[in-house]
């Protein structure tokens, strides 16, 4: 709270300069115009309101997020018109576009250009052996690989973490091995057993000479990482910054850096829903017992999590990764038979959201079973349609949801999909010990994801996110047994109980149409 209350205390004097700007200019204007400003200002808007609308209605997208901007500016033109400006047009995250094309260009073109043939290579000879087993699949990473640029490579070792916890002590012994860098990169850092035992590693090996640099969301870590925190790691030697600081009102406020990523010398990568804070490995409780998952990889997807990492680090940071250490990979000397990988992230700078498709993709493909892990539940028109297509068709959907919730207006929001969702089919659990924080997906015995991408808005289109789809890897049936144990401690919801009266089916419409806001 003590952190929270100094941010506020930062940025309220900021936003005070500003509104006092705007009140100065605009009284200045409407002076010059005699008193009509205002009346200019309607009739602006008011166009502006229809442009607008207009725009939303061609363009392609979520029917559900386009219907939020349309009630909001034919409902206020003025106030609607500027929220739009600022908040829902994906052009005002320009800035951090740009920055981000900087770095991934000079990445490709300096950094990584040896290895570009043999990582074309490897993509093409990977996609063409799940091709021969199953085209459509095949297809679908093809078209995933194309639009984030990242390739499908042979699977080295892959481990299931069934809580955080038992990731905890891995990545301790990984970090302590570390010989020339370590690049960390999530949503939240707090102090507490599981971030001070890494920073105490992290100490250690930058006295060794070990590049470490560390990179959080500055509104996810808001009310538990500050300035003080960066100025402790910079003086151990630890090169730590904020991903888009909350210092103004900016557009890009909605575009956060959710990913959760730890590379240790481009050998070893770790990732998944856990966070680096205590209730993530059930250190403390917050919400009943803390259910999420992740998993560690060896081989060549460690790289594309290198290059993640880096892309961001050298779009934002002064200090940029030096190409020494970029170029010095490992050769992959033994014969991998352990499946395929694609490590990827989204992005709300690019046109088509990933996660979003690749989710509709699997549920139209699927021929026996879906199963998803997620804590929070607001689905555009699209992914929500290919749920209960494929439950009517008689697919095994299944979704396993918190039974504590920690967010009520959003866990509400999340139920009132149930009833449509249970009618179709869809088989819905809630984990009755405590708070679902997994994010991941598996089908049919032969492909699953992991990651950090919540089937809500905000992670489907709002956030940077990171995932991995594994194909025919032991990852698999790890993921299948734990989400069968899982099961067993849930609470499996029905139409009966999942229905509300006519008010709160109203409160529940309500809640739709603001969902992309939550």
């Excluded at 990584?112 to 043939?117: A, I, M, Q, W």
């Excluded at 680096?276 to 917050?286: G, R, S």
């Excluded at 999420?292 to 934002?316: C, K, Q």
């Excluded at 032991?474 to 609470?491: A, G, P, V």
Aim: neutral net charge.
């Amino acid at each position: 709270m003590k952190k929270i209350i100094g941010r506020i205390l930062i940025v309220l004097p900021a936003i005070a300069l500003q509104v006092a700007w705007y009140v100065m200019l605009f009284t200045f204007i409407n002076s010059e115009l005699n008193g009509y400003l205002s009346d200019i200002f309607t009739v602006l808007f008011t166009l502006l309101a229809v442009v607008f609308v207009v725009y939303l209605v061609s363009k392609r997208g979520e029917s559900s997020y386009k219907l939020l901007w349309t009630i909001a500016i034919m409902a206020l033109p003025i106030l609607g018109s500027i929220l739009y400006l600022t908040l829902g047009n994906q052009k005002t995250g320009n800035t951090l576009k740009r920055k981000l094309q900087r770095s991934s260009k000079k990445l490709i073109s300096e950094s990584f250009e040896e290895d570009e043939s043999d990582g074309k290579i490897q993509n093409r000879k990977s996609l063409e052996a799940i091709r021969s087993e199953d085209l459509r699949l095949g297809q679908t990473l093809q078209h995933l690989s194309t639009s984030t640029y990242f390739p499908v490579v042979p699977n080295g070792t892959s481990k299931y973490y069934p809580f955080g916890e038992d990731m905890f002590k891995d990545m301790l012994d990984d970090l302590k091995k570390a010989e020339r860098y370590i690049y960390i990169e999530y949503f939240i850092i707090q102090s507490g057993l599981f971030w001070d035992s890494i920073t105490s590693i992290l100490e250690l090996k930058a006295g060794e000479g070990v590049d470490v640099r560390v990179m959080y969301d500055d509104l996810g870590s808001i009310g538990t990482y500050s300035v003080k925190d960066i100025n402790s790691l910079r003086s151990r030697g630890i090169k730590c910054i904020a991903f888009n600081p909350f210092l103004f009102v900016k557009s890009q406020l909605n575009n956060r850096d959710h990913r959760k990523i730890m590379v240790i010398d481009g050998k070893v990568a770790y990732s998944g829903g856990v966070n680096l804070a205590d209730e993530y490995i059930n250190e403390k409780e917050v919400y009943g017992k803390w259910k999420d998952i992740g998993f560690r990889l060896t081989g060549p997807a460690v790289r594309s999590y290198t290059y993640m990492f880096a892309e961001f680090w050298n779009a934002f940071a002064i200090e940029k990764i030096p190409d020494s250490l970029l170029l010095i990979n490992d050769p992959v000397t033994e014969e991998l038979n352990n499946g395929y990988v694609l490590p990827f992230y989204d992005s709300p700078m690019r046109s088509e959201p990933a996660s979003n498709t690749l989710f509709t993709e699997i549920l139209s493909m699927a021929t026996d079973y879906v199963w998803f892990y997620t804590p929070y539940l607001m689905l555009g028109d699209t992914l929500f349609d290919a749920f209960i297509r494929a439950a009517q068709r008689g697919v095994d959907v299944r979704i396993i949801m918190p039974g504590i919730p920690d967010k009520k207006m959003v866990y509400r929001l999340g139920r009132s999909y149930y009833p449509e969702l249970l009618k179709a089919g869809v088989k819905i659990y809630e984990y009755t010990p405590g708070f679902v924080h997994a994010k991941a997906f598996l089908s049919d015995d032969k492909v699953c994801g992991i990651g950090t991408v919540n089937l809500d808005y905000r992670s489907l289109f709002l956030h940077f996110e990171c995932s991995s789809v594994f194909y025919k890897a032991d990852i698999i049936e790890d993921l299948k047994k734990d989400y069968l144990e899982t099961l067993t401690s849930c609470r499996q919801r029905t139409v009966e109980d999942a229905t509300h009266g006519f008010f709160g089916r109203i409160l529940d419409s309500l809640l739709r149409i603001i969902a992309p806001l939550l």
